[in-house]
């Protein structure tokens, strides 16, 4: 005589293993609260293990392409908001939130497209920052020239470059003017050449302030003798013959620069007034007629 077959009652099905663990433990809504689990342990298991594994492997990367401190800083806050972006991405899958994350996707999407155009400028700046920091214009510390404008750069980010003036005003200069136009970078190379015009009389020996000036250069302790100073007759002025002096100085930072050019110059004026050499004022000719204006007339007024 064969038994009934008895009957069995299933577990219901759930989306995840951790699902199916509290479904059979009889907890209320498992499958809500198993996928809820289930995302929440996937994403930090994934984002711990990529902070411990990749972002050393991408540190690692950016020390050996020799990338400055104001470069390496904004890197890596992106590259923890890829490793957060990624985490999310698969922990959503993990879950079984897959149409969830497809419509996150496309409304991400499109809110994407609307941002970029809203903030072309933004984004515009940002691709001109980034091209700061491959390309190497300048770094922190130089002395940069754009424009009418001209300072020391204090900080670099992807969106603005902050550079103090020699009046020690800040300005905030978007990305984007830095990369367009043409900057300057005085200080890139190991030296820079100073050029500065001495106007002489024409009464005076070209030859011999020619000496002085190239005799005060060499005496100088701050400029090269390789390359050696050089002088050359630039302009027949109005009053003056200009003698253009051309020196190097080994340290071109702006304050090295300056004092060096101040010093130079002066030594030079001061050897000029010892061998009576003229610096002549500029000159003017008026000429016309002068006149005189006739006294205003008042009109007498009786009472």
């Known amino acids: 005589m064969s038994l009934p077959p008895v009957a069995t009652v299933d577990a219901p099905a759930t989306g995840t293993t951790l699902g199916d663990i509290l479904a059979n433990a009889g907890v209320p809504a498992a499958d809500a609260v198993g996928a809820a689990l289930t995302f929440i342990v996937a994403f930090f298991l994934i984002y711990f293990a990529a902070k411990l594994v990749v972002l050393p492997l991408f540190d690692r ?7 400055e401190t104001h470069a390496v800083r904004p890197l890596k806050k992106i590259f923890n908001i890829v490793i957060v972006f990624v985490a999310l991405s698969i922990a959503f899958g993990v879950a079984g939130f897959g149409n969830f994350l497809t419509s ?5 999407a499109a809110a994407t497209l609307a941002i970029g155009f809203a903030l072309q ?17 300048f770094k922190i510390g130089d002395w940069i020239e754009w424009g009418d404008n001209s300072g020391i750069v204090e900080d670099i980010s992807f969106r603005v470059t902050r550079v103090r003036t020699f ?26 050449r100073l050029k500065f015009t001495f106007g002489i009389s024409y009464e005076d020996n070209i030859d011999n302030a020619t000496d002085i000036i190239i005799e005060e250069a060499e005496a ?23 003698l253009q002096a051309r020196v190097w100085i080994a340290q071109p930072r702006r304050s090295d620069f300056v004092r060096t050019r101040a010093e130079y110059v002066k030594r030079v004026k001061q050897r000029f007034d010892r061998e009576d050499i003229t610096i002549p004022f500029p000159q003017r000719d008026l000429s016309g007629e002068v006149g005189m204006a006739a006294p205003p007339e008042f009109a007498s007024t009786s009472d």
Do not use: C, M, W
């Open 104 to 108: 996150l996707a496309t409304i991400g």
């Open 220 to 242: 100088h302790s701050e400029i090269l003798a390789e390359p050696g100073p050089s002088v050359r007759l630039t302009e027949l002025g109005d009053s003056h013959v200009g």
């Open 167 to 192: 009046d020690n005003e800040l300005l905030t200069v978007p990305n984007s003017q830095l990369t367009d136009g043409v900057v300057k970078n005085p200080v890139d190379g190991d030296k820079l």
């Open 61 to 67: 990367l950016l020390t050996a392409r020799g990338l």
């Open 121 to 137: 400028d933004v984004i515009k700046n940002f691709v001109s920052g980034i091209f700061i920091f491959t390309d190497k214009p």
